[in-house]
DNA sequence: AAGCAATAG
DNA sequence: GGTTCTATTGCTT
């Protein structure tokens, strides 16, 4: 049944066609659009590169001593991946632990939950690519496409033929001796350019990997890992029928992915023949027109996608997954863990993000899997600003109220509830001055041009690459390219997405965010200082009628003006955009410009309870001293009628508890809050300086929520 | 712009 | 196929 050679399928010549030449089935809009060689010649050189076991390598970086043993990288109570060691033991990727350690007792494991080592890892080897040629586009962490024709053109060109006639590494399904290159020669230098890339990636970095050498991307990734690990293969145009028809099902087509697959099985298609022979009317029945043609070329091996420049990422998350969370105070702290590592990476990042995302996976038993939902929100500037400044904990600490406020939407903490799964996520990253000084003015992208990416090397800290001013030098004399051609130019510019000056990854690069740099702002040092003598606003008349006018002139200049843009004024109907403009103005409105910037963290609160200088904190509510002197309702409130609700001043909050950050809490959840910590002074003792986070302690005080006198403010907080 | 589905490693 | 911890794209509203 395998008629691989060619026989004679009688009717069909369609397919046929798809094989002789690929541009028989691309529209011809879309030929003339992509990128770079396919006008000159019809083939791309596409590079597939796929690092080999790449945790388990890192880990091994990391520890040499685990180069000789079985080891597993475990997240939870599964093992993510395996050094080869522990293959030959027969544990495999994805395999829990207990198997894993059944098969091989001396299975070495390490945790692998936190991803930074791997992330920056990964983030060396693409730029490694990348100083070499433009065209390098990232898939997962450990995966990389490079469209390497310009190269190869340029190879050729120059002659020097020592290499072009010859393979190197394996070519699918030849012994590689006999292969012709003189039939392939692009291939053929493609192979010779994948080797001396996946040497440099072990030379320079230290890591082994596959590559695949073919004409399109689809065929590059199926045939990189024809021999692993640690091993090369070219496919050459004649064997594409082959390896397609290798293929068990479509599944294993990059592109069909599982509801796809069930989609075409109940067409009656399961093999990839079935696919390449099925009539294309049927599927654009199924699927219409441009994902059923699409679906057939891949069953073809014909894929026209270009390789797009990965650049640097467009949202950053941190997630954790856990067997059951199903209290507030869990959330919260939760909450406020993954936000303290996220906002530090994005950070180091160096852009604002304009959204922030909470998801969450509810436990539920018929689909205990795939059941995650998500709420989102932008970011207020000022809150972005202190990511982008470095002031980590303010920042995480206003974060907190407005990811409990998504975390509402979509949970009734009235009810009992099961979470399985918390992400946080940044996203709309924005290149420094651009979100401030209005929408993406282009020319503010070129104002300051401070981290250039052309130097791989990232991040000052991680710069043991003391060596690697060779790398430029090295390309350049090599392979003679200019990475400045038109063809590269053309595709680099359609995606420039973030910003030129964003680096690929973690820059950390002090860009010296100069807040008041941005105009009008005074306070040149201290970036959060209130301007309480400006009284004479012109435009205060533009004030939606639920902010208070007294407290809206104590806020500092950039936050007014924030929340006078046009765009900002037009959203404030939204629920969110209400609430947290009285948030906004609540919170600055209890601060004397003192207080502001000796403010003490949630963070910094929770985990030093007996440090606490209550002069440092907010005034509203004394949480120190044991005696307990809160302030009495109203007495500081002087908004009270729009803006009290959330901040009722008849509570107090365990000492490691920021009562800044309680305050803007939504009643439902202090009210929780409150009750469990009353319990828990009943249950036990209060621990003073002990492993604050678990545990809280103080005194309660029952009315927390008692603000049930339903103001405008508390009906933002009602599910719904 | 928000939320989700699909795909990927 | 799902375990994990991400990340991207495209559809729908």
Not at 57 to 62: F, G, L
Not at 659 to 666: A, D, G, H, I, T
Request: charge should be neutral.
């Amino acid at each position: 049944m395998d008629n691989s050679g060619d026989e004679m399928e009688e009717d069909d010549t369609e397919w046929k066609s798809g094989f002789v030449d690929t541009a028989v089935l691309v529209p011809a809009a879309a030929s003339g659009s992509f990128n770079s060689a396919t006008t000159t010649h019809p083939h791309r050189v596409i590079l597939h590169f796929d690092l080999d076991c790449f945790y388990a390598q890192v880990e091994m970086i990391r520890n040499p001593a685990l180069r000789q043993v079985p080891l597993g990288i475990q997240q939870k109570y599964i093992i993510v991946t395996c050094n080869y060691v522990a293959r030959e033991r027969g544990v495999t990727k994805l395999m829990s632990v207990t198997d894993a350690q059944e098969k091989c007792p001396e299975l070495v494991l390490v945790r692998g939950e936190d991803l930074t080592h791997y992330r920056e890892m990964s983030y060396k080897v693409t730029e490694l690519l990348l100083s070499y040629c433009p065209l390098v586009e990232r898939l997962g962490f450990d995966e990389n496409f490079m469209d390497v024709t310009e190269m190869v053109e340029s190879r050729l060109g120059h002659a020097a033929e020592s290499d072009s006639f010859s393979f190197t590494g394996h070519v699918y399904s030849h012994i590689a001796a006999d292969v012709k290159a003189g039939d392939h020669q692009r291939l053929a230098s493609g192979s010779h350019i994948a080797a001396e890339l996946r040497e440099a990636i072990h030379s320079k970095l230290g890591l082994t990997g596959c590559a695949g050498i073919a004409n399109n991307k689809l065929l590059a990734k199926l045939v990189s890992g024809s021999h692993k690990p640690n091993q090369q293969t070219a496919l050459l145009p004649e064997n594409i029928r082959d390896i397609m028809d290798s293929l068990s099902g479509l599944r294993q087509v990059p592109g069909v992915g599982h509801q796809t697959a069930k989609r075409l099985q109940a067409l009656g298609l399961v093999t990839v023949k079935d696919l390449q022979l099925c009539s294309l009317n049927d599927l654009v029945r199924e699927f219409g027109g441009p994902t059923a043609q699409r679906l057939k070329n891949l069953a073809l091996g014909v894929d026209d996608s270009p390789v797009t420049p990965t650049g640097a990422p467009q949202s950053l998350s941190d997630e954790d997954s856990f067997r059951k969370m199903s209290s507030t105070k869990e959330v919260l702290e939760k909450i406020q863990q993954l936000l303290t590592s996220l906002v530090e990476r994005m950070h180091k990042d160096g852009r604002q993000p304009q959204t922030f995302r909470l998801t969450i996976r509810k436990y539920s038993a018929a689909n205990k899997w795939f059941n995650r939902e998500s709420r989102q929100c932008p970011i207020l500037n000022h809150i972005g600003q202190k990511i982008t400044s470095g002031c980590a904990a303010e920042a995480v600490d206003q974060l907190i109220p407005v990811a409990m406020k998504l975390f509402q939407k979509m949970v009734d903490t009235g009810t009992a509830f099961h979470l399985t799964l918390i992400n946080v996520c940044f996203s709309n990253l924005q290149s420094r001055t651009a979100a401030v000084s209005g929408k993406g003015s282009i020319t503010s992208f070129f104002t300051y041009s401070t981290s250039p990416r052309k130097t791989p090397s990232t991040s000052p800290q991680s710069q043991d690459r003391s060596s690697h001013g060779g790398c430029r030098n090295f390309t350049d004399h090599r392979f003679g390219l200019p990475s400045t051609d038109a063809q590269h130019k053309k595709q680099l510019a359609t995606k420039s997405s973030s910003g030129p000056e964003a680096p690929l990854h973690g820059s950390k690069c002090e860009q010296k965010v100069v807040v008041g740099g941005e105009k009008t702002l005074k306070a040149s040092g201290s970036s959060t200082t209130c301007d309480l003598g400006d009284t004479n606003n012109p435009v205060l008349h533009q004030l939606p009628p639920n902010v208070d006018r007294e407290v809206f002139k104590l806020l500092p200049e950039e936050i007014q003006k924030e929340l006078l843009s046009p765009a900002y004024v037009h959203s404030l109907s939204s629920n969110f955009t209400n609430k947290s403009v009285s948030d906004v103005a609540h919170g600055y409105k209890n601060r004397s410009p003192q207080t502001i910037t000796h403010f003490k963290s949630f963070k910094d609160v929770i985990k030093a309870p007996d440090k606490l200088d209550s002069a440092d904190c907010g005034i509203t509510v004394d949480h120190q001293s044991p005696a307990g002197t809160s302030v009495a309702p109203g007495e500081n409130d002087a908004v009270e009628g729009t803006l009290s609700s959330s901040r009722s001043s008849d509570f107090e909050c365990p000492g490691n508890v920021d009562p800044e950050v309680f305050s803007e809490l939504p009643p439902d959840v202090q009210r929780e809050l409150t009750s469990e910590w009353k319990q828990q002074k009943l249950g036990l003792k209060a621990p003073s300086s002990k492993k604050p986070v678990r545990n809280s302690m103080s005194r309660d005080r029952k009315a927390a929520g008692r603000g049930s006198q339903a103001n405008s403010l508390f009906k933002y907080f009602k599910p719904s």
